[in-house]
């Protein structure tokens, strides 16, 4: 269930969101990203609260939270980062490859951004899709 929410969301969620040119089209992207969450934080939860012996749940929660939640700024800063400084300086040269993207999720201002989550949509899916066939034979 994990994976699988986990891949609906990028697929769904991030590609709309790239490819999207409309507020209601985003919208329908954040709302698709957003839905499987509460599923994957269940999973989560459910794995850890039947393998982790209780006297250590309490320091596993913590643990799991302080790495989780410590890593948002630096996604943050890095997005920032590579939105300003690398994707959208490369959807304004006229390369082949950038007028595939162009094709894909538009030109000008903001053609970066969409590129990274057109980025994080596939490789974010083939994780989630690979990470499951992983776990599956175990």
């Not at 994957?40 to 982790?52: F, H, M, P, R, S």
């Amino acid at each position: 269930m994990i994976y699988y929410c986990a891949a609906i969301s990028f697929l769904l969620g991030d590609f709309f969101m790239s490819v999207g040119r409309t507020c209601p089209l985003w919208c329908f992207a954040a709302l698709a990203a957003s839905i499987p969450m509460p599923f994957i934080g269940a999973g989560q939860n459910v794995i850890l609260y039947t393998t982790v012996p209780t006297e250590l749940q309490g320091r596993v929660f913590t643990v799991r939270n302080a790495l989780q939640y410590c890593t948002i700024p630096i996604g943050t800063l890095l997005s920032g980062y590579l939105a300003d400084y690398i994707f959208e300086p490369m959807m304004k040269t006229q390369n082949d490859f950038c007028k595939i993207l162009q094709i894909i999720v538009g030109s000008g201002h903001g053609s970066g951004m969409a590129v990274m989550f057109l980025c994080t949509s596939i490789l974010g899916f083939m994780v989630s899709i690979v990470s499951y066939n992983i776990v599956k034979k175990l």
